[in-house]
Nanobody, 123 residues
């Protein structure tokens, strides 16, 4: 597994962005996948996760109803659609792949990490 996140940028409050995470080795179709974020001076926090077949999805309370995680195993890609963005969503966003088919909220469940993509939301 080798992950590359993209799609970050600068957006006004209320706007939308779609993050993508591609596995260049195309070996993650059986892995649970997740998105985390880290704001300056804060610890990395869970955003969303889904199982290998998208049957299980989990969201942080702070993004529930605004963000949607999805995957396309044929493309070895995971996406994070972010709507109604707020300044508090500003962070570097990381995608991650777990060793297990189903993974949850804990960073320790994830074995592989992408390099991160910056999301900045202006007020």
């Amino acid at each position: 597994v080798q992950l590359q996140a993209s799609g970050g940028g600068l957006v006004q409050a209320g706007g939308s962005l779609r993050l993508s995470c591609a596995d260049s080795r195309r070996t993650s179709s059986n892995n649970g996948m997740g998105w985390f974020r880290q704001a300056p001076g804060k610890e990395r926090e869970f955003v969303a996760a889904l199982s290998w077949n998208s049957g299980n999805k989990y969201y942080a309370d702070s993004v529930k109803g605004r963000f949607t995680i999805s995957r396309d195993n044929a493309k070895s890609a995971v996406y994070l659609q972010m709507n109604s963005l707020q300044p508090e969503d500003t962070a570097v966003y990381y995608c991650a792949a777990a060793l297990r088919a189903v993974a949850g909220r804990l960073p320790g469940e994830y074995r592989y990490w992408g390099q991160g993509t910056q999301v900045t939301v202006s007020s």
